[in-house]
């Protein structure tokens, strides 16, 4: 009816198939991938095949887009020059550090499932209840307390609770930061009668890193915790050799069927022998003293009381351990143990802990233990009510601050005084 037509449609048909040819070779060309990181459903694009006399017409000539036409493929730009904000790790398998053994690797972040029990295991402690007896009685002694102890720290509660802020109320990150501070600075008033206390530093954001082996497994712990007290003395031992030879003789608890590696983070990119206490070598305080740590210190990772006071457990043990490989290298039974201390709250409730490394040599159950003593959920006072609480037209928590245990504070002292008395 309309032959004038018959060659367009014709070039139409030629034009459609080859349309159609294109597009099955690229399809061809991609492959459903099953060995992908990403899951089996990742596609996987191979080397774009190209046929002499069917090259793909695109707009890049043209510099814009047009209707009808390929998009082009361009080269990747390559930079002359070193940006750290677009770089692009290689494979993990062909990075330099890149070991086919695992390693666990406890960071501040981490929340173990068993708490206190499965950071026993890992150090291969032994829990003692209950701070040392010796120690407590520094601080009953009248000649190493301040003057107006009782009411001083409680003034130091109420800065912390109620006038150090323009708030109604003060968030437990601020005044749980602002107590343990004026709390440190109120036992540093004590400098004048002990001058040890002079010999001390604090420290903030260090990062530590310490490696040992547990069985066949490796173990490291890496980060940074919140406040450290540094000295130039080491801490005097708390045990005696006798008491150390003893714990030989306690038997590990163990949580099967709980794997003692659950909720470690597992890396195959790692250093072998990382033992750092976060200092130069020339550093004049290298002796840990005291750790410091805020329940809710970073906002992305809550710990509950458990873990935390885990988590208190094993960076002491961490600084104790890289510190002994410093002084005496591992694989041994230390002739002077390495103590190091570390004080937990939220604000109200105190953990108290002293750590005591005695070996090293972690690898079996078997022979001398490490030793800790605990004395966890120690509350400072009962309330700090910035308005009275009142429950059926009775006042039941007065306002201001109420219930404070003074026993609390002699504890906190008694740690801060331990190697200067």
Known sequence: MFPE??????????????????RELRRLSC??????????????????????????ITYAER?????????????????????PRYYWSPPVHEMPLYKEKPCYVFNQRTSVLEGVRQALWLTKTKLISGLPPHLISVAENPANQIPDQDERVQNAIKHARFWDTTEERPRKEKYSNTLLINLIHLCATLQSSHPAIGRRILAEKYSLAATWKRGEDLFQIRGQNSLLHNCMDPLPAVSGSQEVADTADHVLETFYPVSPTIDLQKVHVYKEEVNSTGFRADYPYPHAHTLY??????????????????????FTFGNALARA????GPQRVLDSPVTVQAVGTNGRIFQFLVFQLNTTDLSGDDGIKNQVWLDEDVELYDFAKVRPL?????????????????????KFLALYLHGAV
């Open 390 to 410: 009142i429950k059926k037209k009775q006042v039941k928590v007065p306002a201001g601050l109420a219930g404070y245990k003074p026993e609390t504070f002699k």
């Open 5 to 22: 037509t018959a060659p367009c449609v014709k070039a139409a048909a030629s034009l459609f198939s080859q349309t159609v040819f294109l």
């Open 293 to 314: 740590f805020l329940e809710g210190a970073d906002a992305r990772c809550k710990l509950h009381p458990e873990p935390f006071r885990a988590n208190m457990l094993m």
């Open 31 to 56: 492959t459903w991938s099953s060995q992908s990181p990403a899951g089996p459903e990742t596609l996987r694009c191979q080397e774009r095949v190209e046929i002499p006399g069917l090259e793909r």
């Open 63 to 83: 510099m814009h887009y047009v209707p009808g036409l390929a998009k082009p493929v361009f080269p990747d730009w390559e930079r002359d020059y070193k940006d």
């Open 325 to 328: 490989h410093k002084l005496y």
